[in-house]
C-alpha cells in the first residue's frame, strides 16, 4: 500500500492550498489518516488527523488548529488537508501517513508515511 500527497506548490502568504492523500492498493475510509510536513533541516511535525469514516473526528496541532481543515471523500478515496491564511513558516514538504488502524492516537508517529509534496508559501 502506497500512500501519497500531491497538490503541493508555491502559494503567496495569506493564501490558500488544498493538498490531496491517495493511496494505491487500500481504500483510506477504514483508517485514520494524519498529515505531517518537515521543513529544511527540522524535525518531521504532525499536524493533523482524521479518523475513520465510520467517525471523522478531526485533530489538529497548534500550529495549525483554525487555519487547516481536515476531510475525507470516501466515494472518491481520498482524504483532504484545506490549508488557510499560509505563511512563510509553513513551508515545507508535506506527508500522508497512517498505521493502518482507526484511531488518531499519537497520529504524529504514524508508521507509514507517502511520497511528500512541496509547499511553498512566499512572495
Known amino acids: 500500500v502506497q500512500l501519497q500527497a500531491f497538490g503541493g506548490g508555491l502559494v503567496q502568504p495569506g493564501g490558500s492550498l488544498t493538498l490531496s492523500c491517495a493511496a494505491s492498493g487500500a481504500t483510506l475510509n477504514y483508517y485514520a489518516i494524519g498529515w505531517s510536513r518537515q521543513a529544511p533541516g527540522k524535525a518531521r511535525e504532525g499536524l493533523s488527523c482524521?479518523?475513520?469514516?465510520?467517525?471523522?473526528?478531526?485533530y489538529y496541532a497548534d500550529s495549525v488548529k483554525g487555519r487547516f481543515i481536515v476531510s475525507r471523500d470516501s466515494a472518491k478515496n481520498l482524504v483532504y488537508l484545506q490549508m488557510n491564511s499560509l505563511k512563510p513558516e509553513d513551508t515545507a514538504v508535506y506527508y500522508c501517513?497512517?498505521?493502518?488502524?482507526?484511531?488518531?492516537?499519537?497520529?504524529?508517529?504514524?508508521?507509514?508515511w507517502g511520497q511528500g509534496t512541496e509547499v511553498t508559501v512566499s512572495s
Open positions: 501517513g497512517t498505521d493502518f488502524t482507526s484511531s488518531c492516537r499519537g497520529y504524529e508517529r504514524f508508521n507509514s
Open positions: 482524521i479518523v475513520s469514516s465510520a467517525d471523522r473526528s478531526t
